[in-house]
T-cell receptor
Framework: AQSVAQPEDQVNVAEGNPLTVKCTYS??????LFWYVQYPNRGLQFLLK??????LVKGSYGFEAEFNKSQTSFHLKKPSALVSDSALYFC?????????????FGTGTQLKVEL | DTEVTQTPKHLVMGMTNKKSLKCEQH?????MYWYKQKAKKPPELMFV???????INESVPSRFSPECPNSSLLNLHLHALQPEDSALYLC?????????????FGNGTRLTVT
């Protein structure tokens, strides 16, 4: 079975500081990993994905994520946070070896960027 | 703005009513999805259509009935719902029902069952 953990319900960071939103995963095979963001009263927006290749993936709005196979992690990062980055962030995984082609979401992390 | 359009944005219905949620995409995607999301929780998969055929039903109660009339449209028919069915219903699409296609979500229909 595949699963995703987001250990922090909320992350607070000051504007201009770097931010990290943590994600760890568990799959039986090799993973496809995704990050989505959800603003209030909106659907989820795709930020970036890891399929294969370079462990550092760059995505929308200046976000990037680092795939670490040994630590089974896929943390989302941004060098300089903006107040407008405040939103709910979901990590998600698909297991190439199985899982019925279902996308499993983490529980979400609320990011709050303050002035 | 999202490329997946959902209507209506808000819906209030009684437990004896029949209503439908609609979803439309014009990106040429061949996989379409219905998700249910409670506040501050991750989306829960309900149904997946691939090439207009139902491929996944996550043991959803029969009071929810999906329909895919063509490759651009996805409906969710609602009948005899319960108050606990109140939630944000999200439609999504992807190029194919394959492992590395990201999902494109609509902004959802906020459903309240009274």
């Amino acid at each position: 079975a595949q699963s995703v953990a987001q250990p922090e319900d909320q992350v607070n960071v000051a504007e201009g500081n770097p931010l990290t939103v943590k994600c760890t995963y568990s799959v039986s095979g090799n993973p496809y990993l995704f990050w989505y963001v959800q603003y209030p009263n909106r659907g989820l927006q795709f930020l970036l994905k890891y399929i294969t290749g370079d462990n550092l993936v760059k995505g929308s709005y200046g976000f990037e994520a680092e795939f670490n196979k040994s630590q089974t992690s896929f943390h989302l990062k941004k060098p300089s946070a903006l107040v407008s980055d405040s939103a709910l962030y979901f990590c998600a995984v698909r297991d190439r070896a199985g899982g019925g082609n279902k996308l499993t979401f983490g529980t979400g992390t609320q990011l709050k960027v303050e002035l | 703005d999202t490329e997946v359009t959902q209507t209506p944005k808000h819906l209030v219905m009684g437990m004896t009513n029949k209503k439908s949620l609609k979803c439309e995409q014009h990106m040429g995607h061949r996989a379409m999805y219905w998700y249910k999301q409670k506040a501050k929780k991750p989306p829960e998969l309900m149904f997946v259509y691939s090439y207009e055929k139902l491929s996944i039903n996550e043991s959803v109660p029969s009071r929810f009935s999906p329909e895919c009339p063509n490759s651009s449209l996805l409906n969710l028919h609602l009948h005899a719902l319960q108050p606990e069915d109140s939630a944000l219903y999200l439609c999504a699409s992807s190029q194919l029902q394959d492992y590395n296609s990201p999902l494109h979500f609509g902004n959802g229909t906020r459903l309240t069952v009274t």
